[in-house]
């Protein structure tokens, strides 16, 4: 759904301001970030640990 978008500080009821893109702007940055920092290096090393024991298992009697 289209809308406008407001530059400018005033008027423009309903239209997306610049204080809402900038918000928007540091919701997709922080989602990001936590992405890289945290999802990522915590599936690696699940993944690590998941190849480990596959590899044990097979040695176990």
Request: hydrophobic content about 40%; charged content about 20%; aromatic content about 4%.
């Amino acid at each position: 759904m289209p809308c406008a978008i407001n530059i400018d500080e005033s008027g423009a009821v309903g239209a997306v301001n610049m204080e809402r893109l900038n918000l928007v702007q540091s919701i997709i940055t922080r989602t990001a970030d936590f992405i890289n920092n945290v999802m990522i290096p915590r599936r690696l090393s699940h993944r690590s640990v998941q190849q480990t024991v596959e590899r044990n298992r097979h040695w176990s009697f």
